[in-house]
């Protein structure tokens, strides 16, 4: 148990729709990390966010966004979908350290969702 | 750039052999080195890291990873293996320093535990 929560867990929506994903952050966490991971593939880095700013984004076109609140809980929006976003989205939390707990990120259990 | 290769995409084991799962790395600068592993329908949990300090390092679950830059390998290994290590590996590398904590993955390794 991470402490790490996501909803929904799983969902499906058709081309062209948008989705809005969800992560609640393990408390005294002030980072949020979130990935995306398709079927038989390792998770690929989506986006940070640390203290409300986008700090570090990976190779994904402008319609995946981001917010993250006060409270460090965090949203993942995809505008427009494309049948490759089918994955399961991973949101994970940590303490922003350039220390040696640096990457050690507690995971929730994922949103899986499915595009048609 | 950094990148994670994991030679094997599934390993299968009889219950109380040895696990060896292999993962090489490429990093321009001496990175960090991580093992997740996922049971199914779990997110990720760290196994063990390894950030720079003694090359041989020691996880949960009894596993333990040997980092050697001149292989630049970080090989997971378990000397016995049981039922309930069956789940997916993921070999993962960040850079130290200041920045975003993005962790670049392998493909990952499903291991399966015979009985």
């Known amino acids: 148990e991470t402490g790490v929560t996501q909803s929904p867990t799983h969902l499906i929506k058709t081309r062209g729709q948008q989705v809005t994903l969800r992560c609640s952050s393990q408390?005294?966490?002030?980072?949020v990390s979130w990935y995306q991971q398709a079927l038989g593939q390792g998770p690929q880095f989506i986006f940070q966010y640390y203290r409300e700013e986008e700090n570090g984004r990976g190779n994904f076109p402008p319609r995946f966004s981001g917010l993250q609140f006060p409270n460090y809980s965090s949203e993942l929006n995809v505008n427009a979908l494309e049948l490759d976003d089918s994955a399961l989205y991973l949101c994970a939390s940590s303490r922003l350290t350039s220390g040696i707990s640096r990457g050690e990120l507690f995971f929730g259990e994922g949103s899986r969702l499915t595009v048609l | 750039a950094q990148s994670v290769t994991q030679l094997g995409s599934h390993v299968s084991v009889s219950e109380g052999a040895l696990v060896l799962l292999r993962c090489n790395y490429s990093s321009s600068v001496p990175p960090y080195l991580f093992w997740y592993v996922q049971y199914p329908n779990q997110g990720l949990q760290l196994l063990l890291k390894?950030?720079?300090?003694?090359?041989l390092v020691k996880g949960i679950n009894g596993f333990e990873a040997e980092f050697k830059k001149s292989e630049t390998s970080f090989h997971l290994t378990k000397p016995s293996a049981h039922m309930s290590d069956a789940a997916e590996y993921f070999c993962?590398?960040?850079?130290?320093?200041?920045?975003?904590?993005?962790?670049?993955f392998g493909q990952g390794t499903r291991l399966t535990i015979n009985p």
């Open positions: 390894y950030t720079s300090a003694a090359t």
């Open positions: 408390s005294g966490h002030n980072t």
């Open positions: 993962a590398v960040t850079p130290p320093g200041k920045g975003a904590q993005k962790l670049v």
